[in-house]
């Protein structure tokens, strides 16, 4: 991988080359890219995998086998913008659908326990609107949803 940007670096306890291909399978514009293993100084058991470099939607990531010490919690997650409810639910449905837990206002976290936010871009151009009023229906609509609806938080907009 190109030294420019950011990696994000994911701690996992063992799952690393695991969730690396878990992610590119999710993900359009993905890839697996180098598998690095631990040597006989460890501290992993050698041959063991360390690292698992991998992009997913264009961003890059690299999985660390660390170890147990380190558990995701959160305060760190990761936004989908999606266009529209086709693929809010794809993502949700994929995540929820291979042992994620569904979490309130858009937030899950998949069967790793990392979090991601699964947002529509039309949810933000709604609690945007001029109109305060508008905009307050809109987020109370979405304070009640587990996976955002579209269509309901456009109804809740137009104070339907």
């Avoid at 995540?95 to 947002?119: H, M, N, R, T």
């Amino acid at each position: 991988m190109p030294a420019d940007g950011f990696t994000t670096c994911l701690w996992f306890d063992g799952q690393a080359e695991e969730a690396a291909h878990y992610y590119v399978s999710i993900f359009k514009n993905s890839r697996l890219g180098r598998i690095d293993r631990y040597t006989e100084a460890g501290p992993g058991p050698a041959g063991s995998v360390l690292t698992a470099e991998f992009v997913a939607n264009g961003q890059k990531f690299v999985a660390l086998n660390g170890g147990p010490q380190f558990t995701f919690d959160e305060a760190i997650s990761f936004q989908i913008d999606c266009e529209d409810q086709e693929e809010v639910d794809h993502y949700w449905n994929k995540f929820i659908g291979d042992g994620g837990e569904a979490g309130p206002c858009g937030w899950l976290k998949d069967k790793y326990g990392l979090s991601w936010q699964i947002v529509p871009t039309r949810l933000i151009e709604l609690i945007r609107d001029a109109d305060p009023a508008k905009a307050a229906r809109t987020m109370q609509a979405m304070l009640q949803m587990g996976k955002l609806d579209i269509a309901a938080l456009e109804k809740a907009h137009a104070g339907q």
